[in-house]
């Protein structure tokens, strides 16, 4: 079921020194947790945990992991980021099984060009990214949506998405996914403001008008 490997390390330290002495070691610090295992503090090296979530599955692969002398069927949860160098901190995995179904992300990828773009309309992509609901081997790499046929006013909502059987969408069925609007013209350049008059200037004519 799976469609990579990764090896995993126990972890016995947690304090900051130690997760530093991780990180400098070229690993990143993590726990895996399941039903069937519990819970595990781990670490796992950087470049392969960073070449699975640059594949086409992303962070929705399945990974065989060799942890603790055993295998275990892992996705990756959830990633905790360096906001300043976009570095990962930390890794969540959760294990999983064949006949037990997950909730993930998948991207939602367009396709084709909407008609309204030749008429001067825009597409506009909303809904980017939808949770789904299915088995962890039904997990689809994005769900693509064909807007070929969208004119200027036209729109697809979550309820227009087609998935693979077995696959169900948790987002709203009326969240609005993509549609085309008409390009919002320039605005014509107005008159160039006129500065008010001094206050003292506004007095004296009123004076002499007197």
Do not use: W
Not at 19 to 41: E, F, N
Not at 170 to 196: I, N, Y
Request: aromatic share 0%; hydrophobic share 40%; charged share 25%.
């Amino acid at each position: 079921m799976a469609d990579a490997a990764l090896d995993a390390n126990i972890r016995e330290g947690r304090t900051k020194s130690s997760l530093k002495q991780i990180r400098d070691s070229g690993a990143i610090p993590g726990v895996v947790y399941g039903k069937q295992m519990g819970t595990m503090a781990i670490s796992v090296d950087a470049k392969d945990l960073k070449k699975i979530l640059g594949s086409v599955t992303g962070r929705n692969t399945l990974i065989s992991m060799n942890v603790n002398g055993g295998k275990q069927t892992v996705m990756v949860k959830s990633l905790q980021m360096d906001p300043l160098h976009h570095q990962i901190q930390h890794v969540d995995f959760q294990q999983v099984t064949e006949n037990t179904k997950v909730r993930t992300v998948v991207p939602v990828q367009l396709v084709g060009t909407a008609k309204g773009v030749a008429l001067g309309g825009v597409v506009q992509h909303d809904l980017r990214s939808a949770e789904v609901e299915c088995l962890p081997s039904q997990i689809p790499d994005a769900i693509k949506v064909d807007i070929s046929d969208l004119e200027i006013g036209d729109a697809l909502s979550v309820s227009d998405l087609n998935v693979p059987p077995g696959v169900k969408i948790l987002d709203h069925p009326h969240t609005t996914v993509v549609g085309v609007a008409v390009m919002k013209a320039p605005e014509p350049a107005g008159q160039p403001e006129v500065p008010p008059e001094p206050m003292e200037e506004a007095k004296a004519k009123t004076t002499e008008k007197e």
